[in-house]
């Protein structure tokens, strides 16, 4: 199966240096000052699992251990990956890109074969994943995907996983992948981030559904790269995950003795969310990320070897062995294909969660034509001549219930704009 690194969308290039760090308006909303106090990302390695790193970039130098798999950038889009989480700043006298954890440092898994559009094949980025699960990095950073699950990926994401690796994944662009559910970002177990922007509002050409966890952001990001100015813009869920895996860096180093699930579960604990929002939803998942709340908490971890997401976000878990899988579960062909006619709030809506909803789908769930008709005892029925009566009662409370509804739903969603205008990234 043919996917693609570049969920990424690049815009021209940036022009100058030191122009870069003025751009990167996350780090100010974030107030990273205050959670760089607490910690900066020294002794935690991250795996970028991309199209290689340009390890002799200016904000780069020194931050960039090895290269199993090979040296140099087939594409640009790892450099900037590897940027936003270990980039030192240092261009420009210190107006580069400043990753979000600077002391972190990064090693770079290119996978083979990739072409310079970005291109490869999911069975040779699956070596890349097995190869990263073999290294000391404790984060796997994974910011590709396409739709439909390929049995070599799935795999080397479960051996990851059992080697102790936090691996996060990009919840995946419409442009590039079209409609449908992502992977690797909903194999079970993997931390799948959305993108947001400057508003606090989710990225209208996301991919969203039941695998998102997280949401960061991701509109607008300054980043190195490979082309001539050393500087390059991007949108998309492949920015939001290398910020996530940054963050959970910062963590990790605040608090080297915890496991991958404790990590994700002080991540998932300590979000930017709207009054009253329903978490964990299809847009933004338990909330946008926020380093300074994950660094500032005194929270429990919790259990170190029960992954908060496992049966919660992404696709169910495997059964265990010798145990038939549930029937409700899709099969991968089925997942692997999506509706002509669905949109991204469609796809998000029906991949939703028992007992969640999102701002756009709160209202029940009506009987479709694959539902079994549904046998309930018949109610007495009223005297004749109180039909007409009861009937018209009814219509007037059904007209008078709608419309306090509506109401409801406009001035929710008026409410949670404003909060994400007013309260974004926290």
């Known amino acids: 199966m043919t996917t693609y690194a570049g969920l990424a969308l690049v815009a021209p290039p940036v022009a100058r240096a030191d122009s870069v760090r003025a751009q990167q308006w996350y780090l100010d909303s974030w107030r990273m000052d205050e959670a760089w106090r607490i910690a900066r990302g020294a002794g935690i390695t991250v795996a970028v699992v991309d199209s290689g790193v340009d390890a002799s970039h200016t904000d780069l130098a020194g931050q960039v251990t090895d290269s199993p798999l090979g040296p140099g950038d087939a594409s640009g889009h790892g450099t900037q990956m590897a940027s936003l989480i270990v980039g030192t700043g240092a261009a420009g006298g210190g107006q580069g890109v400043h990753g979000v954890a600077p002391e972190a440092k990064v090693m770079s898994f290119r996978i083979p074969g990739m072409t310079g559009s970005g291109v490869f094949e999911t069975d040779e980025a699956a070596r890349a994943i097995r190869a990263a699960a073999d290294s000391p990095a404790q984060i796997v950073n994974i910011s590709s995907g396409g ?80 082309a001539p100015t050393k500087y390059c813009m991007g949108t998309g869920s492949s920015s939001a995950a290398a910020l996530v895996s940054a963050v959970a860096a910062l963590v990790w180093s605040a608090h080297p003795d915890w496991t991958a699930n404790q990590v994700i579960r002080r991540l998932i604990g300590n979000t930017s969310t709207a009054p009253n929002e329903q978490i964990p939803n299809d847009h933004v998942g338990f909330g946008i990320v926020s380093p300074r709340r994950a660094l500032q908490s ?35 062909s089925a997942s692997a294909t999506s509706s002509a006619a669905a949109t991204v709030d469609a796809a998000a809506k029906s991949a939703a969660p028992t007992g969640t909803s999102t701002a756009e789908d709160t209202a029940p769930a009506g009987p479709t034509a694959a539902d079994p008709p549904t046998t309930r005892p018949e109610a007495e029925a009223p005297p004749p001549g109180d039909r007409a ?36 990234l926290g």
């Not at 690797?184 to 509002?201: E, I, K, M, Y």
């Not at 009814?394 to 409410?415: H, M, N, R």
């Open 147 to 226: 739709i439909g699950r390929n049995p070599a990926q799935t795999d080397a994401v479960a051996y990851a996983l059992s080697r102790g690796k936090l691996v996060v994944a990009s919840g995946g662009n419409v442009p590039a992948n079209g409609p449908g559910v992502v992977y690797p970002a909903a194999l079970p177990g993997v931390l799948a981030v959305s993108a947001v922007g400057t508003d606090g509002r989710i990225w209208s050409d996301g991919n969203y559904g039941h695998w998102i966890s997280l949401a960061a952001p991701g509109v607008g990001i300054p980043a190195a790269c490979t």
């Open 298 to 332: 005194d929270a429990p971890p919790g259990p170190a070897d029960v992954s908060p997401l496992l049966g919660v976000r992404g696709d169910p878990p495997p059964p265990p062995p010798g145990t038939a899988a549930p029937s409700a579960t899709p099969s991968d």
């Open 389 to 424: 009566g009861l009937g018209t009662i009814l219509g007037v409370v059904g007209a008078v219930v709608g419309g306090l509804l509506a109401v409801l739903s406009l001035a929710y969603a008026l409410l949670r704009a404003h909060r994400r205008r007013a309260e974004l």
